[in-house]
């Protein structure tokens, strides 16, 4: 079907490139790279997941929804990370939704084509491995949504895109933020123009342009770094773009 | 549906809404803002911090400001109290 052969030496994705050897090229096959612009859909809610996707570059949204209509953000994936994971624990659908918020591409695979790779032990711990990430990642937004000040999760947020992104500028919209750190959208607004008095961003129409990385960890006080730490810690690959730093 | 800007005024700044945001009708971007305000005085209650907040300007697309929400248009449906303070002022 795919016509350009994926090589495990090439791809971005940190899965991707810490899989066995052949367990990638049990994949290799099946792998087809995908151009995901912005607000392209990954995985629908309550759809079959269909396609795992992993991420090469750009940031996708996971996104959970109450039945009233109200929504946040409960997960990044970028180049760490694999939309449609849940069909690692054995589940065909999910009522959360994923989808690109800031524009980039990935390798797809169709599901029934991906889970054979689970009957490798070292793929299947890998996978096992990132998706307990995610469940920090997941507890670590609780905490900081009950115990930290919007001042502070802010700066959480945006190191966790740059953590993901390539260079300094971010393509996020005040819309966006004020999605992901459940709060109004004009609240964000205020919030960034603290932080530009900082000196820490430089905001301007739906881009912020990270100057201070670590003014933005000193400002997000305990609430960042815990999961990435434990991403390093079990699967490594190095989470953090080397060459923005 | 029209786009509204929510421009925040401080005692000692201003912060100008590069995005807006659509609302039906002005009464509902004037909710918004009145919205917003409490958020921003809660968040600043909470973390103890002291607040410059003073207002939102409510402006169309060509930067005419349609409507202004103070601090007590915001907080009087919630401390009924706050124009009679604010009266003795």
Known sequence: MNAVKVTQGQVNNRLLRLLPEEAFRLLAPHLEPIDL???????????????????????????AESSDGKSIE?????????????????????????????????IRIATDDFLPVLENHAARQLLLRYVHTCELQLAHTALAAAKYNMHQRLARWLLMCHDRLDGNDLPLTHEFLALMLGVRRSGVTDELHVLEGLHAIKATRGNVHILNRIMLIEIAGGCY????????????????????? | MPRYFFHISHRDR????PEGADFDVLDAAEQEAAATLRELIAAALVAGKPSTLEAI???DNEGSTLSTIDLIDATEPVFSFTRHIASRG
Request: a negative charge; glycine letters at 12%.
């Open chain 1, 74 to 106: 409960i997960r990044h994936i970028g180049f760490e990370g694999v939309a449609g994971y849940p069909v690692v624990l054995g589940v065909d659908q999910t009522p959360n939704k994923t989808f690109m918020q800031v524009s980039g591409a990935g």
């Open chain 2, 14 to 17: 201003r912060v100008e809404d």
């Open chain 2, 57 to 59: 300007d409510v402006a």
């Open chain 1, 225 to 245: 770094g815990v999961p990435e730490e434990e991403y390093e810690r079990l699967i490594g690959g190095d989470l953090q773009v080397t060459s923005q730093r």
């Open chain 1, 37 to 63: 612009p912005v607000k392209r859909s990954l995985v629908q809610a309550r759809e079959p997941i269909e396609h795992v996707c992993f991420i090469e570059n750009g940031l996708a949204s996971m996104v």
